[in-house]
């Protein structure tokens, strides 16, 4: 793990999308983060001394998903599948598929593996999954104000976390999207999928892909944009939080299913589609979903010793 030292900074962004707004001042306490995320050999070395099965490995409950489609109640997750050619980017079932069989040992699903990946990110896991894992390392999730300060690497003002170039003269900084999105992919970083944590250079604290190769559970629950400034330069939040939602949930009490925030981007964000591979960037994520590009990386909250 790498120590982060906290400290005062300007969290979000009042210049790209809507989410990320308003900018506004905040302060978070030191903390140790890992240096890199979650690994599948790190994942694998949980499941084999917890026994544990993750949330998309069971077939979903039908009792707690009324009016769900049949071929929708197996154990299943959403891999990225690139179209043949140019598709509306309105909708991206074009390119997201439901797959029966996916799961963080098969991340293309039936027939993958990770055999070869045991150092690249684990995906396929949920809220649940990834609570799971912090609280068998005796770690937690960041907060979202956390994972942004440290994404930052100690500057502000940047447009991304290296500097105000996507891509500057000595070469890429991230694994994220070269080409049209979602069917041409250049790959002209090295990678189409998925890379080996600390294939590109880590920030000035030390950490590996902050930035791209798999977005990042955080633990704070999505609120629309950042709460607006209701205080002076006096008195400065500290170790803000998002929005307010109960932390357990029933599927037939709501009708929609709450949402973490994640952070950091993924190798699927692109110039033309998306463009969260900055430190302000931020999503919603279901807490019963898992995608082949989201993964996590846990923190220690403490004194540095």
């Given at each position: 793990?790498v120590w982060?030292?906290?400290?005062?900074?300007?969290?979000?962004?009042?210049?790209?999308?809507?989410?990320?707004?308003?900018?506004?001042?905040?302060?978070?306490?030191?903390?140790?983060?890992?240096r890199?995320?979650?690994?599948?050999?790190d994942?694998?070395?949980?499941?084999?001394?917890?026994?544990?099965?993750?949330?998309?490995?069971?077939?979903?409950?039908?009792?707690?998903?009324?009016?769900?489609?049949?071929?929708?109640?197996t154990?299943?997750?959403?891999?990225?599948?690139?179209?043949s050619?140019?598709?509306?980017?309105?909708?991206?079932?074009q390119?997201?598929?439901?797959?029966?069989?996916?799961?963080?040992?098969?991340?293309?699903?039936?027939?993958?593996?990770?055999?070869?990946?045991?150092?690249?990110?684990?995906?396929?896991?949920?809220?649940?999954?990834?609570?799971?894992?912090?609280?068998?390392?005796?770690?937690?999730?960041?907060?979202?104000?956390?994972w942004?300060?440290?994404?930052?690497?100690?500057?502000?003002?940047r447009?991304?976390?290296?500097?105000?170039?996507?891509?500057?003269?000595?070469?890429?900084?991230?694994?994220?999207?070269?080409?049209?999105?979602?069917?041409?992919?250049?790959?002209?970083?090295?990678?189409?999928?998925?890379?080996?944590?600390?294939?590109?250079?880590?920030?000035?604290?030390?950490?590996?892909?902050?930035?791209?190769?798999?977005?990042?559970w955080?633990?704070?629950?999505?609120?629309?944009?950042?709460?607006?400034?209701k205080?002076k330069?006096?008195?400065?939040?500290?170790?803000?939080?998002?929005?307010a939602?109960?932390?357990?949930?029933?599927?037939?009490?709501?009708?929609?299913?709450?949402?973490?925030?994640?952070?950091?981007?993924?190798?699927?964000?692109?110039?033309?589609?998306?463009?969260?591979?900055?430190?302000s960037?931020r999503?919603?994520q279901?807490?019963?979903?898992?995608?082949?590009?989201?993964?996590?990386?846990?923190?220690?909250?403490?004194?540095?010793?």
């Amino acid at each position: 793990m790498v120590w982060i030292p906290g400290g005062t900074f300007t969290m979000g962004s009042n210049d790209h999308y809507a989410e990320e707004a308003p900018a506004h001042r905040v302060k978070v306490d030191g903390f140790w983060m890992d240096r890199s995320p979650v690994t599948n050999k790190d994942f694998k070395n949980f499941v084999e001394d917890t026994g544990y099965v993750t949330f998309c490995e069971v077939a979903p409950d039908a009792s707690l998903y009324p009016g769900a489609k049949k071929e929708m109640l197996t154990a299943a997750s959403v891999v990225f599948v690139k179209p043949s050619g140019p598709v509306d980017l309105r909708n991206p079932y074009q390119w997201w598929h439901y797959t029966p069989g996916a799961s963080w040992r098969y991340p293309q699903g039936p027939g993958s593996s990770i055999e070869d990946r045991m150092d690249h990110p684990v995906v396929h896991v949920t809220w649940k999954d990834v609570q799971a894992y912090a609280k068998w390392a005796g770690k937690k999730l960041p907060t979202e104000a956390e994972w942004e300060f440290a994404a930052r690497g100690g500057h502000e003002g940047r447009e991304f976390a290296w500097g105000d170039e996507l891509l500057p003269a000595h070469g890429h900084q991230a694994n994220i999207w070269q080409g049209e999105f979602p069917w041409q992919n250049l790959a002209a970083d090295g990678f189409e999928g998925t890379s080996p944590v600390g294939s590109f250079p880590a920030n000035e604290y030390g950490l590996y892909d902050m930035i791209g190769n798999v977005w990042e559970w955080t633990v704070d629950w999505y609120a629309p944009q950042h709460a607006e400034e209701k205080h002076k330069a006096c008195c400065i939040p500290k170790n803000p939080r998002g929005a307010a939602e109960a932390e357990s949930y029933d599927p037939r009490q709501t009708l929609q299913i709450p949402r973490k925030v994640m952070k950091g981007g993924s190798h699927l964000c692109a110039p033309n589609y998306c463009r969260r591979y900055r430190p302000s960037a931020r999503m919603a994520q279901p807490v019963d979903t898992s995608t082949s590009h989201l993964g996590f990386r846990c923190v220690i909250r403490g004194e540095r010793t």
